[in-house]
Structures are given as C-alpha cells and as structure tokens.
C-alpha cells in the first residue's frame, strides 16, 4: 500500500469521522493527523496505526477493521469479588501459603515463554496456587494490566499457543482484559485499532468459559458513549475495569474519570461494581458514586519484600521481622482495614436515571512517551 497523504484537515471532513467520533478539541482547527510525519518522526520510524504508513491496511484487517464489533460475553456466570483483592507476584521467600481467600495475580506473572513455547507458569489450579504460595482454594482474579511489552507478546502468541484455553484450566475466578494503550497524541486510528483488540481478546476469553471484566480505556467523550452502548447490549454485566496507576494516579485526571465512570452509571440505568487497579487514594470519591467496589494493587507485597510494615495510612517504616509471611500477611491487614474504611465513612448515592451527556474532558498536552499520558 503507498503512503496516503492526510486526506483532511479537521475532524469534520474526515472519512474516518462515523468510526471514530472525532479527536477530542481537533473538531475544527485540525484532524488527528496534523502532525503526521513530522512530530512523529516519519512512517518508517512511527509505530502507530495510521492512514500515512504502508501497513495500515494490514493492521485493520488484522483486527476486522475499525469500527465496533460484537464482543460474545455470554451470561449465566456469577462471582462475588471483596472490597480488596493484594496482588501477589511471586512466593519467594516465603514459606507457607498466605491464609488470604482472595488474591490477585498478574497477566505478567502468569503468562510468559517457556523454552521455545508462550504460556501459563502452571498448568491446573492447583500448581498455579502453589507456584504463587496461596491457599488452595483461594478465589483468584487475573489482572490483564500490564506493561506494553507484555500485552504485546500476549496479543503475538495467544492463538498460536492456545493461551485463553490455559488460562481456562488455572481455575480463575474472573479474568480482566487487557488494558492495550491509549495515548492522548496519537492519530485516533491508533486507539480505535486498541479498542477493538480489546474486544477480540474479550471475545476470546469468554469463548473459553472465563467471567471476562471488560477494561474501560477512555479518552474522550465518545469512547464513553461507546461503553454505555456495549454495557447497554449486555445488561447481565455489572463489573468493569479501570486503572488508576498510570495516568489517573494524578488527583486531577483521576477525579474526571471517576466522575465520567459515574455518569456512565447513570446513563445505563443499573449499578456497576468497578474493579479498581491501584487507586486506592480515591476509595472514598469512588465509593460516594458505587455501592459495590473492588480495589487491586501489590503495595502489601511489595512493601514486605522490602521488609516495610503499614505504619499509618500512606505510611510505610523499615520492620525488624524477619518472617516474609508474617509480614505480608500483616501489611496486606492494614492495608484493606484502610481501604475498608474509606469505602464505609464516604456517602453511598444509588444510581441516578440517564440524564445529560457530560462535556467532554480538558485535552491535555502530555508527551506519549510518558506512562502518565496512558489512561
């Protein structure tokens, strides 16, 4: 395919306008593409997905194009995840299983190249709570937020090495699908491209029987409308994903995207129960919105593998214990008691009936090379 020139110049008139919705702010004085082969350094160096390349094509059809697909989430499931899940990452030095019900686990750490193959550290639900030092019967909830790195590999080898069906067999509790990245400087193909990998792998997912949380990645105020539509064609799904330990971790992005969250609510009619990944600070704000929710981070564990102890909310000393399971067992207790307590001093709203669509959030001019300009 040859390079195509930037066919618009605004979003208005451009041919990829009823896929995309428009680039937040770039409706008038200049499509998504303005700084192309400039800002980006050339198609031969760019890596994103965009009309200017020769591989543009190839990259739609990889994903069946651009638009929305059907993403088959069947129904008839049902899991009841806690207030607070600790992200356990390894059972090194450690040496009994942590006495925890529920836990959980990193895309990162379960799935990875072994020799010449691609795929789960374990091979049952019994080895994968060995490999991890937890009880037997502990619920596990695999977290698919990851480094780019990793989702890419994942997103390379998971047909060819059968992965969703490995995953299958570890017994999971519920699976959330990958957060593949959206940046705010990218042309608007890009993210639409990670939306619908997004919905592939969802797909896949629940073809091989996982409870699938879907992961809400969200720049603007059409990618809301678009996750009320697809919340609104699967009413039985009450859980839903975001994080909060890349860009939302900064008070003010994460105080917008808690209140588009909250509109989102609103404007499908019924309760949904966010499964929060590291935004613990906002458990309070959050908790004023939903009457159900689950926070995920690894500060306990990774805090007692630096031999630190919870000291006082946001606190962290140096411990003399010696004893990592003690210790994790003792940080992972604080650390939920804390959380616990934000959730139940903040006021409780229920779901409000769908009222007006929101303005669209402040553009920002963070850099893509930044892990903050990731939401």
Request: hydrophobic content about 40%; aromatic content about 8%; overall charge positive.
């Amino acid at each position: 395919m040859k390079h195509l020139p930037v066919f618009a110049a605004s979003c208005a008139t451009c041919g990829l306008l009823p896929e995309c919705g428009g680039q937040r702010g770039q409706q008038t004085i200049g499509g998504c593409f303005v700084g192309c082969g400039t800002a980006c350094g050339g198609p031969e160096k760019c890596d994103w997905v965009c009309p200017l390349k020769a591989d543009f094509v190839d990259r739609v059809r990889e994903v069946g194009g651009l638009s929305t697909g059907s993403t088959l989430i069947p129904t008839g499931q049902t899991v009841n995840l806690p207030r607070y899940l600790p992200m356990i990452r390894h059972a090194s030095s450690r040496a009994m299983p942590l006495d925890v019900a529920a836990v959980a686990l990193s895309i990162e750490d379960v799935v990875k190249h072994r020799g010449q193959s691609y795929s789960t550290v374990a091979s049952s639900a019994s080895g994968i709570r060995e490999q991890f030092g937890l009880r037997h019967d502990a619920e596990v909830l695999l977290v698919s937020v990851a480094r780019d790195r990793v989702l890419e590999r994942f997103w390379a080898y998971r047909r060819k090495w059968f992965v969703p069906r490995q995953l299958k067999e570890l017994g999971l509790t519920a699976i959330t699908v990958p957060n593949f990245s959206s940046f705010l400087d990218a042309p608007r193909p890009h993210s639409l491209w990670n939306r619908r990998r997004m919905e592939i792998a969802a797909a896949e997912f629940a073809a091989n029987g996982l409870f699938v949380v879907p992961h809400l990645n969200s720049l603007q105020e059409d990618d809301w409308r678009h996750w009320q539509v697809f919340l609104g064609a699967h009413d039985h799904l009450t859980y839903v994903a975001k994080e909060f330990q890349t860009g939302l971790r900064h008070r003010d992005r994460g105080e917008r995207a808690i209140a588009d969250l909250a509109r989102l609510q609103d404007r499908v009619g019924r309760a949904l129960h966010p499964v929060i990944v590291g935004g613990a600070a906002f458990a309070a704000q959050l908790a004023r919105h939903f009457t159900a929710l689950t926070f995920v981070d690894s500060q306990p564990f990774m805090k007692a593998v630096k031999r630190r102890r919870a000291a006082a909310p946001g606190r962290w000393e140096r411990s003399e214990l010696t004893n990592l399971d003690q210790l994790l067992a003792l940080n992972i207790q604080a650390h939920q008691a804390h959380i616990v307590r934000e959730i139940t001093r903040a006021s409780v709203r229920p779901p409000a009936t769908p009222r007006r669509r929101a303005s669209p959030p402040r553009a920002s001019g963070a850099r893509r090379s930044s892990w903050a300009n990731r939401l």
